[in-house]
């Protein structure tokens, strides 16, 4: 993997914009808004549901292919958007190489305590979450998981799910910086509620052939509303004994070194305190210095 600019010859790896997400970051919004304004068709490569999404299973460029493209009879899109929860292992590098040259790594990030909270929303709306193993009468490995209370939810969400959002968040800034590849953070309020300036500012920031002349749709209605009347939680409806063990255990996680810079204050913000609105910028450009 390489973070070259220029494109790459018919028979060779394909450019593409890797978009690797932690659950319940409005990374599917993020995606949508991504794909209309750079008109870059989404590919998801897991391997199934649930802890699948973990694992990558990318077809190889095969002979045939290779030749189709060089005589030009099958041309393939001049950009793509690859995106799933998968993080930068050994394996999914192993397998992205295949067929893709990453342009850039774009992944949205969201405040811990609203992400946890809204992963016991989804417990609850779909009976199971976004990275569960689906074992016969567990829900995320968890028994009698809809019986237990928010704050019980919270605790053990945050045990089973923090190591994953670590592995995520910490293993493509690794890759990204050992292969020179461009990586940005996108905050879930700018995608949510900023969406023109966000691409805007995305636009501007991505290598060059994969910016857009368009200006962004400004009546863009990408964001995904869910419908469902189960009650939101919130993180002040934590117990505080729940919520500081939570903290905790996300402090040793990602704040191990100085890596994340200010992004580690972003996402622990509303651990610390639950009404606390931390201010972000559209996005964190990290190795621009490289």
Not at 102 to 118: D, E, I, N
């Amino acid at each position: 993997m390489t973070g070259e600019v220029s494109m790459p010859s018919p028979k060779g790896p394909q450019r593409a914009l890797l978009v690797p997400a932690p659950p319940k970051c409005a990374s599917q919004t993020l995606a949508a808004l991504l794909s209309d304004h750079l008109d870059a068709p989404v590919v998801r490569h897991k391997t199934t549901k649930g802890y699948g999404h973990l694992l990558l299973d990318v077809p190889e460029l095969g002979r045939r292919e290779r030749w189709m493209r060089r005589i030009r009879f099958h041309e393939p899109h001049k950009r793509l958007l690859v995106y799933g929860h998968y993080p930068a292992s050994h394996h999914n590098l192993k397998q992205l190489k295949q067929r893709y040259s990453p342009a850039a790594v774009l992944m949205p990030v969201r405040p811990l305590g609203a992400l946890l909270c809204s992963l016991i929303h989804h417990t609850r709306r779909k009976s199971y979450g976004p990275l569960d193993l689906r074992c016969p009468g567990l829900t995320d490995g968890i028994p009698d998981l809809h019986q237990r209370s928010e704050s019980d939810l919270f605790h053990l969400l945050g045990i089973l799910y923090l190591p994953q959002i670590h592995l995520l968040i910490r293993s493509w800034i690794e890759a990204t910086k050992t292969n020179n590849i461009p990586l940005f953070f996108v905050p879930f309020e700018g995608i949510t509620r900023a969406q023109s300036e966000l691409l805007a500012k995305i636009n501007s920031l991505l290598p060059e052939d994969y910016q857009s002349a368009l200006q962004p749709d400004r009546k863009n209605n990408a964001v995904k509303i869910n419908m469902s009347t189960t009650r939101k939680i919130k993180v002040n409806d934590i117990g505080s004994i729940q919520r500081e063990s939570v903290d905790a255990i996300a402090t040793k996680l990602l704040g191990c070194d100085d890596s994340l810079g200010d992004l580690l204050p972003y996402l622990l913000s509303d651990l610390h305190s639950p009404d606390n609105k931390c201010v972000a910028p559209l996005t964190w450009h990290f190795n621009k210095n490289q």
